[in-house]
């Protein structure tokens, strides 16, 4: 593509909407968050996150959208981003994802405190968009995010690093105190 088909082509998209949306942060009892690979995408690992309906709240959006792709609701919210955090696809997506109508998503992000155990973890749903799941360190994140992600992930690990450091620290706590009264 020229340079001046790809200036226009950058213009056109920044006169589009964000699509408005909520991620997850969903953080099991060891510390680790659950990220998922994409059916679509071989590679490309993220955690929870969709677009919120016509009338819904973003907060009964996180609980839908996590019921949707990992089909466990067994979580409950325990912190909210203070703002709303942006995306942008890159110049190659824009037109094709959600019809064309959006140039990335404006999204909201919560922790949530995984209250289940791993087999509550089920991909097969009704439009699946998850192949395989695992747990891994929250701070490791950005280095498996796909690219035009990163930047977002580097911003929720910022967000949110007190409480999933205070979400290990209490266990750890835990342990300790459990190996003293043994």
Known sequence: MSAAKSKAKSLKSEALPYRRGVGIVLVNR???????????????WQ????????????????????KEETGTD????????DGWLTYDLPADLVGKVWKGKYRGQKQKWFVM?????????????EHPEFSRWK??????????????????????????ADTIGKLAAKRTARKKVGKRER
Do not use: C, H, N
């Open 30 to 44: 060891a510390g680790k968050v659950f990220v998922a690979e994409r059916i679509d995408t071989p590679d490309a």
């Open 47 to 66: 955690m929870p996150q969709g677009g919120i309906d016509e009338g819904e709240r973003p907060r009964a959006a996180a609980k839908r959208e996590l």
């Open 74 to 81: 067994k979580a409950r919210i325990i912190a909210e981003s």
């Open 113 to 125: 405190r995984f209250e289940g155990i791993d087999s509550d973890i089920d991909l097969a749903a």
């Open 135 to 160: 747990w891994m360190s929250f701070t490791q994140l950005p280095r498996v995010i796909v690219g035009f992600k990163r930047a977002l992930y580097k911003q929720v690990v910022a967000e949110f």
